[in-house]
Each structure stands twice: as structure tokens, then as C-alpha cells.
């Protein structure tokens, strides 16, 4: 389905798409700058080629620099003002470092009602959607999934493997895909590491999807929401950097062994956990084991992930090969006394050893061939 053929969409139709663009003015100026090269590519490029172009810069997302950045410098250039450029990059540097748009919930019911996109937005969301068909990737809910997710309630996502990039974190943050069909309009905040929301562009595109910021604090205030009204739903990628660097093409694993702080969260704000599961994932690029002691103590001590990996031709664009991220069914927890209270460990320890089970039972009810043409195992491990 192209995504441009929709009606209507949320007041705001960029990547996102289901809240309000709650970006500086600056920032907006940028993002609409990249919604008008995306929508002149969509016209201009032949829609064979879109699926590939459009993976290749949601898959290395550092490429997206190239986009508004060239065209600034060759407008200055063409005007001869390009000595305006660093002092002007230093301001954008300064705004987005004092910005705290990151640090604050989504308004998603102030901006519930619906308007007509224009031309070039419509063009934007449709590039940015041809990813979906590269693959393709496909949404699929485990047998009485669907039906048990309630649109009006919250939940916690909890979305593996990572691979080199998470993919299936994409069914939530693009309004355009099939996630948004089974549950038009649910509102839904993405959880992201700080260092993604100071990254020129790519802040931009990340605020815009509806990501806010990892920290308990912000995932606090969105699960609260905003002025006494009930807050939206997460959608987390439990796994971070440390499942990243273990990414092994034809090997399922996910680090969960010690990761319990979305179950805190679902605990402390009764939000029924619900595992996510993208096959096909950890087999869309080639991975390399060079130094992989060393990146691994890194990413802990700095958080800084380096994976060594390449894909299609050798370049960063991802193996065209089928993901089927599959959705199961939510489990329940206990309300908690009152919104936002602490949980025992106790009742976490029996909640996270609860999740890995249904994630493990949800796998191999799905679990594909290896190239023994016997079931793959799932590898359930610590960072």
C-alpha cells in the first residue's frame, strides 16, 4: 500500500505522523528542508528503486546527513556566503543542546484530531515508506494477539533482537505501516539512548517518530501523560548496544539476563508487557568478530557501540531478505497500589522470568530453519 494514498493522517504527516512536530524552530526549518529533498526524490526516482534507497538511509541513518547538508552548502555556495555556514552550524549545535524537546511526553490527545497532508508530506512519508517493501518486512500477530490488545490501555512493547539496527522498532515509529491498520491512531512514544537526540538531523528524525529519551524520568512522565490525562503506550528495544555487538548472521540471541528495567516500568505503571520478535533480523548483514573484547568493554564503560558489519555489495544498505516481525500476546500484570509506585524485586525477578518465557515460547512456535534444516534455538544472554 503507498502510504500517500491515505486521506488523512495525524496532525503531523513527516515520518511519525501521530502527534504534533514538537521541534524548535530551527529544527523545524531543517526537517522541512529534508521533507522536500525526500518528496523531490519520490517524484523524481523511478518506484522500483525507492524500497532500496529508502532502506539504505533508514538503515544508516548517519547518511541522512547527506541529504540537507549538501543542499545548505551548495545554496551558500551558490550565493557566496558559505562563511555564514559554521557560525550558523554553531547555532543549530548550541539549540539542540539546551533543547530538552527529548525530555517531554508526546502530546498525543491535545493533537488527536486529523487534517489533510499537503503535496510534498505526502511525497516524504511515502519515500520514507518504501522500505517497508524492500525486504519486505511484514507485521504478523500471534494467534489471539491482535484481539487482546486493547488500543485504549497501555502497554510496554518490548522489541528484539537489535541486530546492526533494529528494524522492527519501525512498525511503531512509522505511522504508515500495517501495525497502524490493525490499530489506527493508538498512541505509542519510542525510547531511545541520549546520544541520538544530540546528532544533527538525526534528533530531528527521531523527535519526529515520536522517540524521547531512555532515561526513567522521561519514560515516567510519558507513561503518566500529560495534564492528568492517561499517558501512551512504549516501545522499547530491551537488548541496546550490548545485543548490537553480538549480532551473528544464521544466530537468534537476545540479552535479556539482567535487563529488567522495562519490567520495572510495566510493574510500577500496570502496563501489560507485550514481546516483539522480528525474524529475520540478525541475518540482514555480515558481521565481523575483530576486536569484539575490546567493543564490547567499550560499550560499557562509553555506552558507544562500533559493530563491524557489512551488507549488500559490501556497503551499509541491509541483504534483501524477508523480516516477519511477529507481535504475541500481551501479558498481564497487577495494578500497582498507585501509578508510578516501586515494585519489589521479588515481584520483578517472577515478571521478568514470566516474559522470557512467553518471548522463548513465541519464538519457536515461529522459529526458522537453520542451515542444518533444523529448528533455530533462541540464545538468551547477558551483556
Not at 516524504?124 to 486493547?150: C, N, Q, V
Amino acid at each position: 500500500r503507498d502510504p500517500s494514498d491515505r486521506n488523512s493522517l495525524p496532525v503531523w504527516g513527516g515520518v511519525g505522523g501521530r502527534a504534533k512536530m514538537e521541534l524548535n524552530p530551527v529544527s523545524r526549518l531543517l526537517f522541512e528542508l529534508m521533507n522536500i529533498i525526500t518528496a523531490v526524490i519520490n517524484i523524481v526516482l523511478p518506484a522500483s528503486l525507492q524500497p532500496m534507497l529508502s532502506a539504505f538511509f533508514v538503515g544508516n541513518i548517519f547518511a541522512v546527513y547527506a541529504l540537507p547538508f549538501s543542499s545548505i552548502y551548495l545554496a551558500f555556495w551558490a550565493c557566496g556566503a558559505t562563511s555564514w555556514l559554521l557560525p550558523l552550524f554553531l547555532l543549530y549545535m548550541a539549540v539542540i543542546f539546551f533543547d530538552p524537546a527529548h525530555l517531554k511526553a508526546p502530546d498525543f490527545k491535545r493533537h488527536s484530531k486529523f487534517r489533510q497532508l499537503n503535496f510534498m508530506q505526502r511525497r516524504s512519508l511515502a519515500f520514507w515508506s518504501a522500505h517497508f517493501a524492500y525486504f519486505p518486512m511484514k507485521t504478523k500477530f500471534a494467534p489471539g494477539a491482535r484481539e487482546a490488545i486493547d488500543p485504549n490501555r497501555q502497554y510496554i512493547f518490548a522489541v528484539h533482537p537489535h541486530g546492526i539496527h533494529c528494524w522492527p522498532l519501525n512498525i511503531f515509529a512509522f505511522v504508515s505501516s500495517s501495525f497502524y491498520d490493525a490499530f489506527p491512531g493508538m498512541p505509542i512514544t519510542g525510547i531511545a539512548a541520549t546520544i541520538m537526540f544530540k546528532l544533527p538531523m538525526i534528533r530531528e528524525l527521531f523527535l519526529t517518530m515520536q522517540y524521547r529519551d531512555a532515561g526513567r524520568p522521561t519514560c515516567e512522565k510519558i507513561l503518566k501523560g500529560n495534564k492528568g490525562e492517561r499517558g501512551s503506550s512504549l516501545f522499547i528495544c530491551t537488548g541496546g548496544e550490548a545485543e548490537s555487538l553480538l549480532t551473528e548472521s544464521g544466530v537468534d540471541k537476545v540479552v535479556l539476563l539482567g535487563r529488567k528495567g522495562f519490567v520495572r516500568l510495566a510493574l510500577s505503571w500496570g502496563c501489560p508487557l507485550v514481546p516483539v520478535y522480528g525474524f529475520g533480523v540478525s541475518d540482514l548483514y555480515t558481521t565481523y568478530t575483530f576486536a569484539q573484547g575490546f567493543r564490547r568493554w567499550l560499550a560499557k564503560a562509553a555506552h558507544v557501540a562500533i559493530p563491524l558489519f557489512t551488507g549488500s555489495f559490501g556497503t551499509p544498505l541491509p541483504h534483501r531478505r524477508p523480516v516477519a516481525v511477529l507481535i504475541g500476546k500481551p501479558i498481564p500484570v497487577p495494578e500497582p497500589p498507585s501509578r508510578g509506585a516501586k515494585p519489589s524485586d521479588a515481584l520483578v525477578d517472577v515478571y521478568h522470568a514470566k516474559y522470557i518465557a512467553a518471548l522463548v515460547e513465541l519464538y519457536n512456535t515461529h522459529a526458522p530453519t537453520g542451515e542444518d534444516g533444523k529448528p533455530r534455538e533462541l540464545k538468551i544472554l547477558k551483556a
